[in-house]
């Protein structure tokens, strides 16, 4: 039987609010905790909570069969802890089935743009031979710093 392995990232970058020159020297707070709250509740409401109840759902179905890690940003979970505590329970409940990893983030991501033999040696160091190694097209996954999402089928 396969193993399938499922890895999410999750992050939200904190919103900064209109700042004008004349704010200069009249209000240091650069954060827009309104539109924070908005979209960080619109996504535990609608994305994080119905994904992490049916991940338990999957990982109750079929066992040590489905395997999820979590990639966690210190920005999401900062804005977890104050507009949606709810998710960090789900999580833990998650990591309670033991079937689910957690994987560190930076704090704050800095995306890259697609990745090329070239771009990654500029950015990176790395070779054309050493990107192509991280291509693993056996397997399915690109292997980068900072991939979104990458799904591998192992064989038990």
Same mark, same amino acid.
């Given at each position: 039987m396969r193993t399938l392995c499922l890895i999410l990232q999750l992050h939200q970058p904190?919103?900064?609010?209109?700042y004008h020159f004349f704010d200069i020297g009249r209000d240091? *707070?650069?954060y827009d905790d309104f539109k924070n709250k908005s979209i960080l509740r619109k996504a535990a409401e609608q994305s994080y909570l119905p994904t992490n109840a049916l991940?338990?759902?999957l990982i109750?179905?079929?066992g040590e069969h489905f395997k999820v890690s979590l990639s966690l940003s210190g920005t999401v979970l900062d804005q977890l802890e104050i *507009?949606?505590?709810?998710v960090i329970e789900s999580f833990q409940a998650l990591a309670q089935t033991g079937q689910v990893e957690f994987l560190s983030?930076?704090?704050g991501i800095r995306w890259l743009p697609l990745p090329t033999p070239k771009n990654l040696s500029i950015r990176f160091g790395f070779t054309p031979a050493k990107s192509t190694a991280c291509l693993d097209k056996a397997h399915g996954y690109f292997a980068i710093p900072k991939c979104c999402i990458m799904t591998?089928?192992?064989k038990r």
């Open positions: 904190f919103r900064l609010k209109r240091g *707070y650069y991940l338990l759902e109750k179905q079929h *507009y949606a505590p709810e983030e930076t704090y591998t089928w192992v």
